[in-house]
């Protein structure tokens, strides 16, 4: 039988960092973060020696969650300045870092390049002029598209050629990206590309790893470039409720041999990159939210409907509204006692628009205001899409260390903090 991937905190635990942090609370667990980044730069060292494991800092950008990434031998990927001041703020090196982006600004990239970061993943024409202009010979790496469809979420689907992200290979861009970066003496170091995100089925990633190899082939049989760095992005898939990723030693076997095949005989040798976020830490990270009201309503079609309403919702985790987003969520009482059996509820939240959690969930038929409600594999994507729609200030993420210690990671926004960017012009006073 295989284990369940996914960090369950007992109901104790859950009583227990709920009482002594309040709700909603962020918790992540460091040693299933930890045992998820060695497991997967095992899997991926045994394949290829010389690859480079880099943590996509979007999935879950706080401070000591980075600390933790780097310490496990990751480097940090940063799709902003903002992620990038994160990942120093941590003690990561610029050199460890790389800094993605498909609007970057002058100031970002001035930012980047007076820091010495490791390598900027050019975008576009007009940022390849602006890395010109700074004359700074920064490492640049080109995202490109390698027209490659996956099979996921249309809003998490990057690597088609239909899309904003990188130089299309199919239409020539790319081609010409590389030349103007030849021609003008551009560093150019490498190749990117990231086909989209949870992708179940890794046929497409796979097959861009290699399309992404023929085309730094053919730039070298054309133009003479030697590729020192083929990042081919993160996007493999967790287990939200019962979904089944491929085995990770059978993902990145196929993904490098693919790479390799195509590089075979070429004399061509880079470094392999992967960047995943969500699969590092999506399944070492629970929401816990406490049970305000629950209401039982005429269904629309006949039938009633258990609304188990919640202390956050839409403004700590945008998921469910922006891609339907299901999770495994656990009941625990408030005080300890016995609950009932489970019959479906209607998880919602405490905004305004429907922000509806998650329809149709079994949840213990007892659950009242006061109780918990536990939603597992939030580490990525939660805080990190976390806004302060309707003036709710962002909640604490806490590490459960591996002794069993509490560690704060980032503390809960303050009413004060979320007011302080306000200013009232003297003549509407
Ligand atoms: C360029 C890039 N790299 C890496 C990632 C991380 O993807 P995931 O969290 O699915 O591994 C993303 C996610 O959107 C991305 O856009």
Known sequence: MVSDPRWCPTDGLVRQLAVEFGTPLYAIDEASFRSKIRDYRASFLKFDAGAVLTFASKANSVVGVLRIAHSEGC????????????????????????LHGNNKSRSELDFA??????????????????????????EVVLRLAPGVLPITNEKISTGQSDTKFGFSIDDGDAERAVKFCIDSGLNLVGFHCHVGSQLLDPEAQIAAGQILAEFARSMHD????????L?????????????QPVPLDEYNDRLVGGVRVA???????????QEPGRSLIAEAGVTIYQVGVVKDVARSGGGRR???????????????ALYGARYGIIGVSGDGRELGELSPATVSGRHCEVDQLFEDVDLPNDLRAGDFVAVLTTGAYSSSMASNYNRYPRPMTVLVREDGRFSVLQRAENFEEMLSREVLPEDLK
């Open 263 to 273: 590089l075979e005989g070429s004399g061509l040798r880079p470094v392999l990159v």
């Open 75 to 98: 480097l940090i990927d940063c799709a902003s300045e903002g992620e990038l001041r994160a990942a120093l703020m941590a003690g990561v090196p610029a050199k460890d870092c790389h």
């Open 306 to 320: 258990r609304f188990v309403v919640v202390d956050g919702g839409l403004a700590d985790n945008p998921r469910p």
């Open 113 to 138: 390049i007076d820091q010495e970061i490791g390598q900027i993943v050019a975008d576009n024409r007009e940022e390849l002029e602006l890395i010109l202009d700074a004359a700074s010979g920064a």
């Open 231 to 243: 990042n081919v992005g993160g996007g493999r898939a967790v287990s939200y409720t019962d979904e």
């Open 222 to 229: 054309r133009y003479g470039f030697d590729v020192k760095i």
